[in-house]
């Protein structure tokens, strides 16, 4: 099975749906109320929104878990 779909076998279908979740082009967190700490254009991401290190991130998340509204509130944002 080939890894890639040629979007004019789906007319009807948008180009977005064909977008891989991995794609390190995407700026923003994949679910924007969890916090992934796999991810590391994710890890950027929350580490800059939070204005936190990247370690005071990861602290956080082992607290309080991937709740954005968790940490947040955790880290007093």
Known sequence: MPSYVRIDAFPQ????????????????????????LKEEHEVRYW?????????????AVTAVGHSAEKVRAHLGK
């Open 13 to 36: 279908t948008s180009r977005k749906a064909f977008i891989m979740s991995d794609d390190t082009s995407i700026r923003g967190p994949q679910d924007a109320k969890l916090i992934s």
């Open 47 to 59: 580490t800059k929104a939070l204005g936190v290190s990247k370690e005071e991130l990861e602290k």
